[in-house]
């Protein structure tokens, strides 16, 4: 006895000779399957294969075009184990035998038929193909379940970086505007240069902590309101390697490992004269040479207590005249391809707050 499982299995038969169809189709009934389609015009036979599911097939070869051969080349790309084949045919020489195999039939039958013997073969057929078929189900609820979690503890990672990049912010005074303005414009960017889609994914979520080690600058010297001195400075620009500190961690994410190239590198410039390790042209990472230029086009842009914002004319002229010095000359050939879009981020995503003290020593 058939499973109901089995029962209403779905098989198909193609055989040009009705006699033959309405033979296997009385026997498959029998049997004790339910959902049968008979072809006996293999044209239709093959489109209604492609077009639609089904369990398994039972396949003449010796027909008008296209022939059982033509038929299984047709359905190379199938899943063997998932819709199987048996050729039920009166050729049973082996050169046919051979290629009916190579071309994926799963099995093969020679009129005239053993019928108990070919419904045992149909059985076996039926129970390989729900079994894997029941095995791939499982596996994509796996897959989408994985899928899910490995999202919620995506959400839950970003909060945490969006988190620590905003109390970065606080501590120096920054919108927390800027701070994502930060991320999107260095996407922007990124896309331009035609990068990998993950890659710039990652880089808009580390971006914004790039000013993250400030954290660890004293008050007395992130907000003093007037100019910096040596000993100060020297301070002031260890925050890079700190946020390096802050973001690397030995058991090593991908984002917190750009975070951290970023935040190590982005007061880096391309003549050499950067901090903190005086890199110079491609020694500094790709990351730190985009989230240098935009930040600093950004900064430019924005209205700080000791400045009003520049236009965009002043912001971009700056940027152009500083390329192959504080910064990678085609870098700034291709941010001054999308400079229309930088503008529409500081609209969109313009301040909503008005900026606290900060000096202009201290960026």
């Not at 009003?308 to 000359?329: C, K, M, T, V």
Request: glycine share 6%; hydrophobic share 40%.
């Amino acid at each position: 006895m058939l499973s109901d499982v089995l029962r209403f299995a779905t098989v198909v038969v193609i055989d040009d000779v009705r006699a033959n169809l309405r033979l296997l189709e009385s026997s498959l009934k029998a049997f004790g399957l339910r959902e049968i389609k008979t072809f006996s015009d293999s044209v239709e036979g093959l489109a209604w294969l492609q077009a639609n599911s089904w369990d398994l097939l039972l396949l003449d070869l010796d027909m008008p075009a296209p022939n059982g051969f033509e038929i299984l080349q047709q359905l190379e790309n199938r899943d063997r184990s998932r819709s199987p084949v048996i050729i039920v045919t009166a050729l049973n020489g082996l050169d046919e035998r051979r290629r009916g195999l190579e071309l994926g039939a799963n099995d093969y039958i020679c009129k005239p038929l053993d019928l108990p013997d070919l419904l045992l073969r149909v059985r076996n057929n039926l129970q390989l193909s729900l079994a894997s078929q029941a095995l791939q189900q499982e596996r994509d609820q796996l897959e989408q379940r994985v899928q899910q979690r490995t999202a919620q503890l995506r959400a839950s990672f970003q909060s945490v970086i969006r988190s620590l990049a905003r109390a970065a912010g606080y501590k120096d005074n920054e919108t927390g505007d800027h701070i994502l303005r930060i991320g999107e414009s260095a996407a922007l960017i990124a896309r331009a240069l035609g990068l990998d889609a993950k890659w710039i994914e990652q880089l808009r979520l580390a971006a914004p902590m790039h000013d993250v080690g400030k954290i660890g600058i004293p008050d007395a010297i992130l907000n003093k309101p007037g100019r910096l001195d040596s000993e100060e400075r020297l301070h002031m620009n260890l925050h890079a390697q700190i946020g390096y500190d802050i973001l690397h961690d030995e058991q090593r994410s991908p984002l917190t490992d750009l975070a951290a190239e970023i935040a190590v590198s982005h007061h880096e410039r391309w003549d050499g004269s950067g901090y903190p390790n005086g890199l110079k042209g491609e020694e500094i990472p790709l990351s730190g040479r985009i989230v240098a230029l935009c930040d600093v086009y950004d900064a430019l842009r924005s209205p700080r207590s000791y400045k009003q914002a520049w236009s965009a004319e002043r912001a971009q002229a700056y940027i152009l005249e500083n390329a192959g010095g504080h910064f990678d000359p085609h870098l700034v050939q291709v941010m001054s391809s999308v400079f229309t879009e930088l503008e529409d981020l500081q609209l969109t995503m313009a301040d909503r707050a008005e900026p606290f003290t900060l000096s202009p020593q201290h960026d």
